[in-house]
């Protein structure tokens, strides 16, 4: 489904990534594991084509489409999602309407307003005075809607109480449930591994991908031994798949 092939991207002129290289099947969730200020945003939202990351050497290729310089509507339009982890309020935009836009079909749009405890939010305007919990609940009511193949999640459950992430973690379980759907997903507290069955993990540190594995163990290494643990790791470079 995506595969990022000796990936090196700068921003603002300064090397962010080095030679990155993984990829992601379908109906194969993943997970991302590191330390603050690694690089794991900036692979999101390279992949996702945000302006001000410049893919300096290397291709990101999905459905076996070369996607290097498309824009982040025509990306999104051959599937791609995100889930950003501090979501943007907007001013004058009712979140039925973007509901609205994001599908015709009434039906699918009440289920999820009411999965997701939003119902009583539609008529507000797009995360304005909305709790963290809230914010991140909106923010995965509309990527569901937009109905991605493949979603890239920057830290669904930052900032959320284990209630919401109970909610969260059920909606994103029963889609990533459904053929052909698949994740790449940011995570530092482990949280949303109690909800989604991911298949591999991996570990990126200054701006490379160092091991690779099972995420679970992964998880449970991290917390003992603490990230520098990994680079003692002989999967350098590996790819997850």
Same mark, same amino acid.
């Given at each position: 489904?995506?595969?990022?092939?000796?990936?090196?991207?700068?921003?603002?002129? *300064? =090397?962010?990534?080095?030679?990155?290289?993984?990829?992601?099947?379908?109906?194969?969730?993943?997970?991302?594991?590191?330390?603050?200020?690694?690089?794991? !945003? /900036?692979?999101? *939202? /390279?992949?996702?084509?945000? !302006?001000?990351?410049?893919?300096?050497?290397? &291709?990101?290729?999905?459905?076996?489409?070369?996607?290097?310089?498309?824009?982040? #509507?025509?990306?999104? *339009?051959?599937? $791609?999602?995100?889930?950003?982890? +501090? =979501?943007?309020?907007?001013?004058?935009?009712?979140?039925?309407?973007?509901?609205?836009?994001?599908?015709? &079909?009434?039906?699918?749009?009440?289920?999820?307003?009411?999965?997701? !405890?939003?119902?009583? +939010? $539609?008529?507000? &305007?797009?995360?304005?005075?909305? !709790?963290?919990?809230?914010?991140?609940?909106? #923010?995965?009511?509309?990527?569901?809607?937009?109905?991605?193949? %493949?979603? $890239? %999640?920057?830290?669904?459950?930052?900032?959320?109480? %284990?209630?919401?992430?109970?909610?969260?973690?059920?909606?994103?379980?029963?889609?990533?449930?459904? =053929?052909?759907?698949?994740?790449?997903?940011?995570?530092?507290?482990?949280?949303?591994? &109690?909800?989604?069955?991911?298949?591999?993990?991996?570990?990126?540190?200054?701006?490379?991908?160092?091991?690779?594995?099972? =995420? *679970?163990?992964?998880?449970?290494?991290?917390?003992?031994?603490?990230?520098?643990?990994?680079?003692?790791? $002989? +999967?350098?470079?590996?790819?997850?798949?």
């Amino acid at each position: 489904m995506l595969e990022v092939i000796d990936l090196s991207v700068e921003v603002a002129g *300064k =090397p962010i990534l080095e030679g990155i290289n993984f990829s992601i099947k379908k109906d194969r969730p993943a997970v991302l594991f590191g330390p603050n200020g690694s690089g794991k !945003s /900036t692979l999101l *939202k /390279t992949v996702m084509g945000f !302006s001000g990351y410049a893919v300096k050497k290397g &291709d990101i290729v999905f459905k076996g489409k070369k996607i290097n310089g498309l824009s982040i #509507e025509d990306r999104v *339009k051959l599937g $791609l999602g995100i889930m950003y982890q +501090h =979501p943007p309020s907007i001013t004058g935009v009712k979140l039925s309407q973007i509901a609205g836009f994001l599908s015709k &079909d009434d039906k699918l749009v009440d289920k999820l307003a009411e999965r997701l !405890s939003l119902r009583e +939010h $539609l008529q507000r &305007d797009i995360n304005m005075g909305f !709790s963290g919990g809230e914010m991140k609940r909106s #923010e995965l009511f509309q990527i569901a809607l937009q109905d991605p193949d %493949l979603l $890239l %999640l920057d830290e669904p459950e930052s900032g959320v109480d %284990l209630e919401n992430i109970s909610i969260m973690g059920n909606v994103l379980n029963e889609y990533l449930s459904l =053929p052909g759907k698949s994740a790449l997903m940011i995570t530092h507290t482990g949280y949303i591994l &109690d909800y989604v069955k991911a298949q591999n993990g991996c570990v990126m540190i200054d701006g490379r991908l160092w091991c690779v594995g099972n =995420p *679970k163990e992964m998880f449970e290494s991290i917390r003992k031994f603490g990230y520098e643990k990994c680079k003692e790791c $002989l +999967h350098v470079q590996g790819k997850v798949s």
